[in-house]
């Protein structure tokens, strides 16, 4: 069964400094997505950042960057330069074998984070 | 650029009561999801509807959950009796590929 862990409840982060938020993921899977999104206090859900499991690259999307470690199953973002708009709840999610025709995402708990000016 | 769309953005309803929880996919995409996320908790998936029908459900999904496609725009949720645990944010969500786009979600509070 696919997991997602996010062992990070709340961080908090100076503006203008960047901050890496944990992600970790179980799966036998050996094609699968990992995603980033964010969850501003108004509630709805922004898509962030993508990985594929066979990308060699790590994903980079503006200040986003998603820290890739197949190995260690793990999928940090990164976000440089933080602002005081990045304040939210960040979720990492996880979909399944590409050959699946459901694309469910599994979600982690969440991290919030605040950034203080 | 496309958006998914949900109303009502909050529905108040008494226990017991039907409700029908509504969205509009983005209209090139053929995978679509309902999610809920209780106060402050993880997303989580309820189910997925791909070629006009169900192609995975979660546990929390049971017999008092349904989801239609009525015409071909329109994708809705609707819970037939429902309960004080059922209030939640609901999430309708779509894709062509990937990623997931979601909508602002349905605020639902039974009272």
């Known amino acids: 069964a696919q997991k997602i862990t996010q062992t990070q409840p709340g961080m908090f982060v100076q503006e203008k400094e960047a901050v890496t938020l944990d992600c970790t993921y179980d799966t036998s899977d050996q094609s699968y997505g990992l995603f980033w999104y964010k969850q501003p206090s108004s509630g709805e859900m922004i898509f962030l950042i993508y990985?594929?499991?066979?990308?060699?690259q790590n994903a980079t999307e503006g200040r986003y960057s998603l820290n890739f470690q197949k190995a260690r199953k793990s999928a940090n973002l990164v976000i440089s330069a933080s602002q005081l708009g990045d304040s939210a709840m960040y979720f990492c999610a996880m979909r399944g074998p590409f050959s699946s025709n459901t694309g469910k995402l599994i979600f982690g708990q969440g991290t919030t984070l605040q950034v203080k000016p | 650029e496309p958006e998914v769309t949900q109303t009502p953005s909050h529905q108040v309803t008494q226990m017991g009561q039907e409700v029908i929880l509504r969205c509009v996919p983005i209209?090139?995409?053929?995978?679509f999801y309902w999610y809920r996320q209780i106060l402050g908790q993880k997303v989580e998936f309820l189910v997925s509807f791909y070629n006009n029908e169900i192609s995975e459900k979660s546990e929390i999904f049971d017999d008092q959950f349904s989801v239609e496609r009525p015409d071909g725009s329109n994708f809705t949720l609707k819970i037939r009796s429902t309960k004080l645990e059922d209030s939640a944010m609901y999430f309708c969500?779509?894709?062509?590929?990937?990623?997931?786009?979601f909508g602002n979600g349905t605020r639902l509070t039974v009272t």
């Open positions: 209209s090139n995409h053929l995978y």
């Open positions: 990985q594929g499991s066979y990308d060699e």
């Open positions: 969500a779509s894709s062509y590929n990937s990623p997931l786009h």
